[in-house]
């Protein structure tokens, strides 16, 4: 016997640690060759690692949550062979990990290529035992789910409808997915039949984590100040109407693609709002081209995918890179350049947007915009005869949320002011 220690390997330049989001195995299990051992998380993607060994798994280094150092043992595996520690056969190359990070999450055929760039003469990677289990979904229809007895059995502990949860990988649910169901879904599970929900204890972990380190990190650093000011969509909304009602085969026009237009016509006019601050070494850099984030919420919890060079981009096409980015973030098949390099962010929650809102910056970035919803209201209006009558009209209220050590209260006002002007006056937006 011997034993075989798999050490974190380098995974990505600049990456000094890991953390450890998903295990596939424990002490006692026996692993193959190949065989999922973690899922670990980076800054920039969620990596699996796999065993280089067939053997009995004898120790693991920390539980899901705990953050390993490159370098540090992960895996201690004992073997039938007579291979030295760390020598039973090669750990992941730093470069085909790095095209798994590229790639994040592939299609077969770049999955094909990277498998074989880590173990060209390993046989196919053999998947967990999974069973397929009749449930009974909600209307009475049969749903088949595919997950193994112990993510089954953690679901029914949790009273949680395998048939009501999305999967993140083939149709597959996994223990991963039952954190993001109780993580986001406001049910966080539901109550069967004669069965009281108890109190949940649920780690942060993953991206969740990510996500609570960088909006504290942008409170705890960042002076926030907040700008509402109430615009009258009417026209606006009427125009977009008619653009849709004649698309042909263009994507449906929603609010946002307008909305950003207006926001990259105003932008010249105010550079300071279009800007990144780098607080430690102290220099504002404000940017010619905008390349605007949008805030969504997804499975794997709030993503800011980008659109490129926003300002270069029409009405149509700024239309489709919004629907392209937004499935990319929800399936988790975003590349990492998509989801880093923003200047400016919007966030919006669409009819649930509210009245305002005081939406945190992304850093380092220095403002945010927040459309909100809109409403009908009875308005004040010129008759066209130097007097007034009552019309109903729809109005939205936009939001804006500034970094004070950068932007200015007036130049904030102002920046919105000029948006304003255009959406009120839409045909703005069509001109050169």
């Known amino acids: 016997m011997a034993t075989y220690t798999f050490r974190l390997p380098d995974i990505g330049e600049g990456i000094a640690e890991a953390e450890i989001v998903a295990w596939h195995v424990k002490v006692g299990d026996t692993v193959e060759e190949d065989g999922r051992l973690a899922d670990m998380m980076t800054d920039k993607a969620t990596v699996e690692m796999e065993s280089p060994v067939t053997g009995k798994v004898v120790s693991i280094a920390g539980d899901v949550g705990d953050v390993v150092a490159i370098g540090s043992a992960l895996v201690v595996i004992e073997t039938e062979g007579e291979a030295a520690d760390g020598h039973a056969a090669p750990a992941p190359t730093e470069k085909a990990v790095a095209e798994r990070i590229e790639a994040e999450n592939p299609d077969a055929g770049d999955v094909a290529k990277v498998e074989a760039a880590v173990a060209p003469t390993a046989p196919e990677p053999m998947p967990a035992p999974v069973e397929v289990v009749e449930v009974s979904a909600k209307h009475d229809v049969d749903a ?31 223990h991963a997915d039952l954190d993001q169901f109780l993580s986001y879904n406001a049910k966080g599970g539901y109550r069967s039949a004669g069965r009281e929900r108890g109190d949940e204890f649920i780690k942060v972990i993953g991206m969740r984590r990510r996500i609570a380190e960088n909006m504290a990190a942008s409170k705890r650093h960042i002076p926030h100040f907040s700008y509402v000011e109430e615009c009258d969509v009417t026209a606006l909304e009427a125009m977009r109407e008619q653009l849709n009602a004649h698309r ?25 709002i279009n800007a990144r601050y780098d607080d430690e070494a102290g ?7 905008v390349h605007l984030g949008m805030a969504a919420q997804t499975p794997a919890g709030l993503m800011v995918p980008v659109v490129r060079n926003a300002q270069s981009l029409n009405l149509w096409q700024l239309a489709r890179e919004i629907v392209r980015l937004a499935e990319a973030a929800r399936s988790g098949s975003a590349k990492s350049e998509e989801l880093s390099g923003s200047t400016l962010t919007v966030t919006s929650l669409g009819p649930l947007g509210g009245v305002a809102t005081t939406p945190v910056i992304n850093r380092p970035e220095v403002a945010i915009i927040g459309p909100n919803r809109i409403v009908e209201r009875p308005m004040f209006v010129p008759d066209g005869m130097g007097g007034e009558r009552i019309e109903k009209r729809k109005l939205m209220n936009i939001s804006i949320s500034c970094d004070h050590r950068v932007v200015d209260g007036h130049d904030a006002a102002s920046f919105v002011q000029a948006v304003k002007k255009l959406i009120e006056t839409p045909v703005l937006l069509l001109g050169d």
């Open 144 to 174: 088949k789910v595919l997950a193994s007895p112990a993510v089954r059995q953690r679901a029914s502990d949790l009273g949680i409808d395998l048939s009501e949860v999305r999967s993140s990988e083939e149709g597959r649910i996994r």
């Open 248 to 272: 042909g085969d263009k994507p449906k026009l929603t609010l946002l693609p307008l909305l950003i237009t207006a926001i990259c016509r105003a932008l010249p006019q105010f550079p300071m």
């Open 283 to 289: 220099v504002v850099t404000r940017y010619g081209a």
